[in-house]
C-alpha cells in the first residue's frame, strides 16, 4: 500500500541554524503535499504545503521542495528559534484525492538556545 | 481552529466495554476523519466520511465502527475496547485549505 518514510526521526539544533526534514513517498500520483507542526499535548498544525505542480514554496521562515521524479519533498526552517521546537509531520495524499493523506512517522526538533 | 470540538477530552475505560468518541464541526464541512496517534506511528487514519451515511475505511480500521447521520457529527465506536486501543483519537475536518485537526481525545484502556 502508499507509504510516507520521514527522516531523521530526531533532529537537534543550535538556535539560529537551518533545519532540513526529508520524507519519500510510494504512490506516484499523490499530488498534495502538506506539513504539519505539533507542539507537546497540542493538536496538530497545518503549517504548509505544496502541491505538485509546483517545485517550491516559501512562507517566512519555512520553505517546502518537492522532486516528482524523485518522489521526495523536505520541509526547510531557516534561522530557527526555540519556538520552533515541536513534532513535525510530513504527509502525501492517496492518488489524487488530496482529501486522504498517508503522514509519516515525525521528526521531533529541538531548537537550543 | 475550524470549529472541531471532540468529546470527551478524556475517558478511562475498562476491557470490553464500548465506547463512543464525537466529533463535532460548526462550518459544514463534507469530509471528515477519525485518525489515531500513536509513539513512533505517527497519524494513522481509522475511518473517513465523505458525506452523510458516506463512510469508509482507513489504514487501521479493525476493531472500530463509524457513523455520520448529520454533517455536523461523526462518531468512532469502539464496539469492545481492548488495551491496544488506548491512544490519543484526532478527529480532522477537510476545507478547501487542507485538513485541520480537533483537539483529540486520551483514551486509555485499562
Known amino acids: 500500500g502508499e507509504n510516507v518514510e520521514q527522516h531523521p526521526s530526531t533532529l537537534s539544533v543550535q538556535e539560529g541554524d537551518s533545519a532540513v526534514i526529508k520524507c519519500t513517498y510510494s504512490?506516484?500520483?499523490?499530488?498534495?503535499f502538506p506539513w504539519y507542526k505539533q507542539e507537546l499535548g497540542k493538536r496538530p498544525q497545518l503549517i504548509i504545503d505544496i502541491r505538485s505542480n509546483v517545485g517550491e514554496k516559501k512562507d517566512q521562515r519555512i520553505a517546502v521542495t518537492l522532486n516528482k521524479t524523485a518522489k521526495h519533498f523536505s520541509l526547510h526552517i531557516t534561522e530557527t528559534q526555540p519556538e520552533d521546537s515541536a513534532v513535525y509531520f510530513c504527509a502525501a495524499s492517496v492518488g489524487g484525492a488530496t482529501n486522504k493523506l498517508i503522514f509519516g512517522t515525525g521528526t521531533l526538533l529541538a531548537v537550543q538556545p | 481552529d475550524a470549529g472541531i470540538t471532540q468529546s470527551p477530552r478524556h475517558k478511562v475505560t475498562e476491557t470490553g466495554t464500548p465506547v463512543t468518541l464525537r466529533c463535532h464541526q460548526t462550518?459544514?464541512?463534507?469530509?471528515m476523519y477519525w485518525y489515531r496517534q500513536d509513539p513512533g506511528h505517527g497519524l494513522r487514519l481509522i475511518h473517513y466520511s465523505y458525506g452523510v451515511k458516506d463512510t469508509d475505511k482507513g489504514e487501521v480500521s479493525d476493531g472500530y465502527s463509524v457513523s455520520r447521520s448529520k454533517t455536523e457529527d461523526f462518531l468512532l465506536t469502539l464496539e469492545s475496547a481492548t488495551s491496544s486501543q488506548t491512544s490519543v483519537y484526532f478527529c480532522?475536518?477537510?476545507?478547501?485549505?487542507?485538513?485541520?485537526f480537533g483537539p483529540g481525545t486520551r483514551l486509555t484502556v485499562t
Open positions: 480532522a475536518i477537510s476545507g478547501d485549505s487542507g485538513q485541520y
Open positions: 504512490d506516484s500520483a499523490s499530488n498534495y
Open positions: 462550518e459544514n464541512h463534507r469530509y
